[in-house]
């Protein structure tokens, strides 16, 4: 499993019920299911990834985040799962309010873009690419770039506190700073996130 995905299961109590948002071919909810004793259900676009992720004998709806979020009651999960897929949306604060409206707790983990790699290759007039951002920009499937300042505002418009933040480097791998120097060292972060 990805270093960052063991981060994001540890932040999930056992016994919990996690809707994974993007949850790809199931990885995460298949830790959780089995070490945690969750109950997980994802959502996926991809219909390959979907395949892949019910042959594990986990519930995915085939659906957009973007638009499909409707789907699931109001507090009808503990917790909501967004796990690098937000800079492939196309309305974050959206799907944010949705999240909120489907479980108390959010745990969001993102790249970013302020990254002091992704500066430098800016400066020498290239866009950034990085372990976190690993597309060129005319074949990635990222459309929104955020530093962890501009996610901070986001998650205060919609009023979201931020119980815990793991900054990450780009091998994965936590970083021991926490707050000045995270937007220019960190390659991506994971966040907990209650409504305030």
């Known amino acids: 499993m990805r270093r960052d995905l063991r ?7 056992p016994g919990s019920r996690v809707l994974d948002l993007g949850c790809g071919e199931g990885e995460l909810l298949d830790e959780l299911i089995r070490h945690k004793d969750c ?12 395949l892949k992720a ?3 004998g986990i519930a995915v709806v085939e659906g957009n985040v973007d638009a499909d979020l409707d789907v699931f009651d109001s507090n009808s999960f ?14 974050p604060e959206a799907v944010l309010r949705q999240m909120v409206r489907i479980a108390p707790k959010l ?3 993102v790249p970013n873009f302020g990254w002091w790699g992704n500066r430098l290759r800016l400066a020498r007039g290239r866009m950034p690419m990085s372990k976190d951002l690993p597309f060129d920009w005319f074949n990635s499937p990222n459309i929104r770039f955020t530093t962890l300042v501009d996610l901070q505002l986001l998650f205060d418009a919609v009023g979201l506190v931020i119980e815990q933040r793991t900054t ?12 000045r ?5 960190a390659g991506a972060a994971i966040y907990s996130l209650r409504g305030a």
């Open 7 to 13: 981060l994001v299961a540890n932040l999930i109590e």
């Open 39 to 50: 109950q997980g259900t994802g959502m996926e676009v991809d219909p390959g990834e979907v």
């Open 54 to 56: 019910i042959s594990k």
């Open 78 to 91: 503990d917790v909501v799962v967004l796990s690098r897929t937000m800079q492939v949306l196309q309305s």
């Open 107 to 109: 745990v969001v983990s």
């Open 168 to 179: 990450l480097a780009p091998s994965g791998r936590p970083l021991k700073h926490r707050d």
């Open 181 to 185: 120097l995270a937007n220019l060292l």
